[in-house]
Nanobody, 114 residues
Framework: VQLQASGGGLAQPGGSLRLSCAAS????????MAWYRQAPGKQRELVAS???????NYADSVKDRFTISRDNARNTVYLQMNSLKPEDTAVYYC?????????WGQGTLVTVSS
């Protein structure tokens, strides 16, 4: 499984960005796709995840601001990020779980600053 993330960049506080992650390769039976992030000097943390059935989970810090969605026909997962805050600044990583292992995409940098 190969994951290609895109959509990062610079946003102002209160602004929005949308991240995309396209999966290719052995994508059959990918169970869960997710976004993680890692801020400078901090551990990587789960931002949001979505199952192939559409069930989603969010970190408390992004609930009601971020929305994860999945287009199974395009093998793509999205992260719509609204009401961005400076503390959302991080490298965001796409992740896919396909039994028996997980796969990581390259990171995409999101910077929230005025």
């Amino acid at each position: 499984v190969q994951l290609q993330a895109s959509g990062g960049g610079l946003a102002q506080p209160g602004g929005s960005l949308r991240l995309s992650c396209a999966a290719s390769g052995s994508i059959f039976s990918i169970n869960v796709m997710a976004w993680y992030r890692q801020a400078p000097g901090k551990q990587r943390e789960l931002v949001a995840s979505i199952s192939n059935g559409g069930s989603s989970n969010y970190a408390d810090s992004v609930k009601d601001r971020f929305t994860i969605s999945r287009d199974n026909a395009r093998n793509t997962v999205y992260l719509q990020m609204n009401s961005l805050k400076p503390e959302d600044t991080a490298v965001y990583y796409c992740y896919a779980w396909r039994t028996p292992r997980g796969y990581w995409g390259q990171g995409t940098l999101v910077t929230v600053s005025s």
